[in-house]
């Protein structure tokens, strides 16, 4: 039987990088502007209801957002302009992978209001595919709307604790939960409590401050127990 480690240290590292939804650049742009999203297939949105729960599939990842109405689509992404201006012509533009990545580090993110086409990206949208696991907790449609409206702002971001996938069900089930988070953790401690995985373990503490914002005190210890497991035996 093939050692599972090595697949789930892969699939943790390109979540670290995918799950902030950054976005890859052609060689030469400096970061500054994203590309031009690939030309999105139509989306009826004739078939969407105000206080749909939307779901963009991504390559590692999902984004979610709640539908509001007239092709406008609310959703969470990290962003330091907020904590930077209070100018919402400057905030609405379109976020750049620099203003992303920032955002991320200094754990701050927007609720902003986007057209559908700008939120799916050029991707494939799925309506109300979480109901399913949430069959006695969906709320009025109308209720999960008016959530998502009154949310709209700035707001503290954090891969663990609020993300887009929180944001959403939230809005529409009345919890804030992220299976996308409890995935990503759960391949984290298989790699933690591994001994043969130090090099593993250490680079995601590491990476775990930066993206995660913990503490380096209460996490560097995790890095290196498995590093002293591994000395011992």
């Not at 994203?34 to 749909?52: E, I, L, M, N, V």
């Not at 609405?92 to 701050?108: D, E, F, S, Y």
């Not at 089930?173 to 759960?186: I, L, M, N």
């Not at 593993?200 to 290196?224: M, N, Q, R, Y």
């Amino acid at each position: 039987m093939k050692n599972p480690v090595p697949q789930a240290a892969a699939l943790l590292l390109e979540k670290l990088l995918l799950l902030v939804h950054v976005r890859p650049l052609p060689a030469g742009s400096g970061g500054e502007q994203p590309p031009p999203p690939p030309a999105p297939d139509y989306h009826d949105t004739s078939c969407f209801q105000r206080g749909d729960l939307l779901e963009v599939p991504r390559t590692l990842f999902i984004h979610f957002g709640i539908y509001l109405g007239e092709n406008r689509v609310a959703h969470l992404m990290p962003d330091i302009l907020p904590a930077l201006t209070g100018d919402r012509r400057q905030i609405q533009r379109v976020v750049t992978n620099k203003r992303l990545i920032l955002g991320v580090i200094a754990r701050t993110a927007s609720i902003r209001v986007d057209t559908v086409e700008d939120f799916a990206y050029g991707g494939s949208i799925l309506v109300n595919h979480m109901d399913r696991l949430f069959e006695d907790q969906v709320l009025g449609s109308e209720e999960a709307a008016r959530r998502a409206e009154k949310l709209v702002g700035a707001t503290a971001y954090s891969l663990l604790w609020n993300n887009c996938e929180h944001f959403v069900t939230y809005c529409r089930y009345g919890a804030p939960v992220s299976f996308q988070t409890d995935k990503f953790c759960e391949t984290l401690k298989m790699i933690i409590r591994d001994q043969r995985s130090v090099l593993a373990s250490v680079l995601v503490g590491l990476a775990s401050i930066v993206c995660l914002g913990l503490a380096p005190s209460t996490t560097l210890p995790t890095i290196f127990i498995p590093f002293f497991l591994w000395m011992a035996g």
